[in-house]
C-alpha cells in the first residue's frame, strides 16, 4: 500500500484560495467542513492521487500570508499538453505567473502565487527520485 499525505494549511482567505486551487489549478473539491471543531475547511486533490491538500479557517484567528516565497508546492507534469493545459488554466483565471525565488524553477516551469503568497511550481518534467 502506499501511504497517502495530507497537506493541511489554515488560511485567512478560504474561498480565495479554494478558487486558486480548484479553479486556476483544476483540483477537484474531495469534501468540506463548516463548524468542525470551530473550523471550516475544504479538501481539494485528484480522487485517485495519493494526496490532497487540506485549507482550513478559524472564525477570529489570522494567520497571515507564507513566511518567505520560497514556501512551494511542486506539480510534475511532463507531458508538455498537460503542462501547458494547466499553465493557460491558471493565467485564464487572473493568476499570472511570477518569478521563482529560486531560479532553477523557471527553467523548466513556472511559478504561481496563491491567494496568501504560497507558491505553486508547475514543472514540465518527470518526477526523478
Given at each position: 500500500?502506499?501511504?497517502?499525505?495530507?497537506?493541511?494549511?489554515?488560511?485567512?482567505?478560504?474561498?480565495?484560495?479554494?478558487?486558486?486551487?480548484?479553479?486556476?489549478?483544476?483540483?477537484?473539491?474531495?469534501?468540506?467542513?463548516?463548524?468542525?471543531?470551530?473550523?471550516?475547511?475544504?479538501?481539494?486533490?485528484?480522487?485517485?492521487?495519493?494526496?490532497?491538500?487540506?485549507?482550513?479557517?478559524?472564525?477570529?484567528?489570522?494567520?497571515?500570508?507564507?513566511?518567505?516565497?520560497d514556501h512551494l508546492l511542486v506539480f510534475y507534469l511532463p507531458d508538455r499538453l498537460e503542462w501547458q493545459t494547466a499553465v493557460?488554466?491558471?493565467?485564464?483565471?487572473?493568476?499570472?505567473?511570477?518569478?521563482?525565488?529560486?531560479?532553477?524553477?523557471?527553467?523548466?516551469?513556472?511559478?504561481?502565487?496563491?491567494?496568501?503568497?504560497?507558491?505553486?511550481?508547475?514543472?514540465?518534467?518527470?518526477?526523478?527520485?
Open positions: 500500500m502506499v501511504p497517502k499525505l495530507r497537506v493541511a494549511r489554515p488560511t485567512d482567505q478560504l474561498a480565495a484560495v479554494v478558487r486558486f486551487y480548484r479553479d486556476g489549478l483544476g483540483l477537484q473539491e474531495l469534501g468540506s467542513f463548516t463548524g468542525h471543531n470551530g473550523f471550516d475547511g475544504v479538501m481539494l486533490g485528484q480522487p485517485q492521487a495519493p494526496y490532497h491538500l487540506e485549507f482550513t479557517s478559524r472564525p477570529g484567528q489570522l494567520v497571515g500570508r507564507a513566511p518567505t516565497t493557460d488554466r491558471l493565467l485564464a483565471h487572473g493568476y499570472p505567473s511570477v518569478p521563482a525565488d529560486n531560479p532553477y524553477w523557471d527553467k523548466l516551469g513556472l511559478t504561481f502565487e496563491d491567494p496568501d503568497g504560497y507558491r505553486v511550481v508547475l514543472q514540465q518534467a518527470a518526477w526523478s527520485y
